[in-house]
C-alpha cells in the first residue's frame, strides 16, 4: 500500500514538472506564435518550430470548439479604440517570417475553420528563401511571394505585420541600423500591401526588453509589439508596461500542452 502510494505521488510529481495543470486560470489576450506549418525536412532545426499539419488543424478546431474568436491586429485596435465589442474570448494567431508553408499548408486550415491570422513578414526575403539561417543547419526554406500575401489579405483572413528588413538581431545592431530596418521595413510594407503595418515581431525577440530599441520600434509607429516572452498578456494592455507576450506552439506540443497554453499561459517549465 505504501509503495502505491509513493509510486503515485511520484507519478503526480513527474506530471506537475512536464505540465502546469495545477496554474490557475489566466484572463487577458493568448497571442500563439507559430513559426512553419507542414512537413519538416530531413535535418531541420530546431524541430520544435515545425508544427504538422495535423497538429495545426487540431489545435483550430480546439479554438473553434471552445469558442474563441481570432482577432486581426486592426479588429484588435478597433476594440481597444471602442469601436466594437472586445470579444468573451479573443485569441490572436501569429506567424513569423512568412514562410510559404504558411499560405499553402495553414492558410487553407485557417480558412476551413474561419480563423483569422497574422504574419511577420521580413520585407527583402519576400519571394526568395530565409537566406538568415545556415544552410548547413536549417535548410533554406521558401518564403511567402507577393501574390500569395495578396491573396491571403484579400481573404479577409490575414493581416501582415514587420519582422524588418533583414531580420536582423536588434539587441547587437547599432541604433541607426535598428532605426533603419523599423522604420524602412514599416514604410515598404505599406506602400506594397497598401494598408497601416499596425504590428511587429522582434526578431529571435532581440532587443524587445532593451529600452532604446523599443523605444524605436514605438517611435517608428507601431501600436502592437511582440516579444517571445512565454505568457498572456494582460487586457486592456499598457504599451509602457512592455511588449506584448505570446505563446510558443511548439512541434512536440500535445493537445494538453496547448490547452495549457491557452489557458494558463503556460504548459511546461
Known amino acids: 500500500m505504501l509503495g502505491t502510494v509513493a509510486g503515485v505521488a511520484a507519478a503526480a510529481g513527474v506530471l506537475s514538472a512536464r505540465w502546469n495543470w495545477w496554474r490557475p486560470k489566466v484572463r487577458g489576450l493568448p ?28 489545435q483550430m478546431d480546439y479554438l473553434q470548439r471552445r469558442g474563441y474568436t481570432s482577432l486581426l491586429f486592426c479588429e484588435l485596435r478597433e476594440a481597444e479604440l471602442g469601436r466594437r465589442a472586445m470579444p468573451e474570448k479573443p485569441v490572436l494567431i501569429t506567424f513569423d517570417d512568412g514562410y510559404a508553408n504558411n499560405h499553402e499548408v495553414a492558410f487553407p486550415i485557417l ?6 491570422g497574422n504574419i511577420f513578414l521580413v520585407f527583402e526575403t519576400v519571394g ?23 491573396e491571403m489579405q484579400r481573404s479577409g483572413l490575414v493581416e501582415f505585420g514587420s519582422h524588418t528588413m533583414r531580420h536582423q538581431n536588434l539587441a547587437r545592431a547599432p541604433l541607426d541600423e535598428v532605426r533603419w530596418e523599423l522604420c524602412e521595413s514599416k514604410k515598404r510594407l505599406e506602400d506594397k ?22 523605444r524605436l520600434a514605438r517611435e517608428a509607429g507601431y501600436r502592437y509589439d511582440f516579444s517571445i516572452r512565454q505568457g498572456i498578456s494582460p487586457w486592456p494592455w499598457d504599451p509602457e508596461s512592455g511588449p506584448l507576450q505570446r505563446l510558443l506552439i511548439r512541434g512536440d506540443d500535445c493537445m494538453a500542452d496547448f490547452h495549457l497554453n491557452v489557458t494558463r499561459g503556460r504548459a511546461r517549465f
Open 31 to 58: 497571442a500563439l506564435m507559430y513559426h512553419k506549418v507542414g512537413s519538416r525536412p530531413p535535418g531541420a532545426r530546431p524541430a520544435k518550430l515545425w508544427v504538422s499539419a495535423a497538429d495545426f488543424r487540431r
Open 193 to 214: 500591401l497598401g494598408r497601416q503595418m499596425l504590428g511587429f515581431a522582434y526578431p529571435y525577440g532581440a532587443g524587445a526588453f532593451v529600452p532604446e530599441v523599443r
Open 111 to 116: 480558412r476551413e475553420y474561419g480563423m483569422k
Open 128 to 150: 526568395r528563401h530565409n537566406a538568415w539561417h545556415d544552410p548547413g543547419s536549417e535548410p533554406w526554406l521558401r518564403m511567402l511571394a507577393w501574390e500569395a500575401a495578396d
